[in-house]
T-cell receptor, first 110, second 114 residues
Framework: DAKTTQPPSMDCAEGRAANLPCNHS???????VYWYRQIHSQGPQYIIH???NNETNEMASLIITEDRKSSTLILPHATLRDTAVYYC???????????FGAGTQVVVTP | DAGITQSPRYKITETGRQVTLMCHQT?????MFWYRQDLGHGLRLIYY???????DKGEVPDGYVVSRSKTENFPLTLESATRSQTSVYFC?????????????FGQGTRLTVV
């Protein structure tokens, strides 16, 4: 697997944008970047994925650098319900054999 | 109800007993996965299946057995439970035949081996 590196934790004020960085310097040209989150005690929830172009959906935006060695997940207007562990994953292949690291614990405060 | 469901949600069993965790999905997704999550750790892949009757090992398969006789079901069996298998188990499914896409996770089964 392409190894990913994320900060262990970050705080964000409610209503502000949360920018979550991820380094994946060994990523291969055909490997996708996925983001999932896990709210306490629940199953992981898919957020977004991308290859090289920036992606946006109703939950978040994914910005991937031109060299693909890092990416940023943007939660545009964080709410208290966005408090969760966020995982940046680069699976070995399209079979989705995800290796979940420690992720980033995001705490959104009022 | 459409979705992916795991049963039971909570299970306490004794060391040495056999226990089966069930996973059922209603989307007819070809791929299914079993992960375990230990306190303070990320999820680790136990087994996965690309289709009915096709299964393969993940990162931590020892002590577990899976089967996939029907597309919608993917049971995970602990043949002789050990305390080290106390964990939260998550099942997931995905339609990866069409290319990289999202996986849907169940709500988890919290297993305690005493």
């Amino acid at each position: 697997d392409a190894k990913t590196t994320q900060p262990p934790s970050m705080d964000c004020a409610e209503g502000r944008a949360a920018n979550l960085p991820c380094n994946h310097s060994t990523i291969s040209g055909n490997e996708y970047v996925y983001w999932y989150r896990q709210i306490h005690s629940q199953g992981p929830q898919y957020i977004i994925h991308g290859l090289k172009n920036n992606e946006t959906n109703e939950m978040a935006s994914l910005i991937i650098t031109e060299d693909r060695k890092s990416s940023t997940l943007i939660l545009p207007h964080a709410t208290l319900r966005d408090t969760a562990v966020y995982y940046c994953i680069v699976p070995t292949d399209s079979w989705g054999k995800f290796q979940f690291g420690a992720g980033t614990q995001v705490v959104v405060t009022p | 109800d459409a979705g992916i469901t795991q049963s039971p949600r909570y299970k306490i069993t004794e060391t040495g007993r056999q226990v089966t965790l069930m996973c059922h999905q209603t989307w007819s997704h070809s791929y299914m996965f079993w992960y375990r999550q230990d306190l303070g750790h990320g999820l680790r892949l136990i087994y996965y299946s690309a289709a009915a009757d096709i299964t393969d090992k993940g990162e931590v398969p020892d002590g577990y057995v899976v089967s996939r006789s029907k597309t919608e079901n993917f049971p995970l069996t602990l043949e002789s439970a050990t305390r080290s298998q106390t964990s939260v188990y998550f099942c997931a499914s995905s339609e990866l035949d069409r290319g990289p896409t999202e996986a849907f996770f169940g709500q988890g089964t919290r297993l305690t081996v005493v």
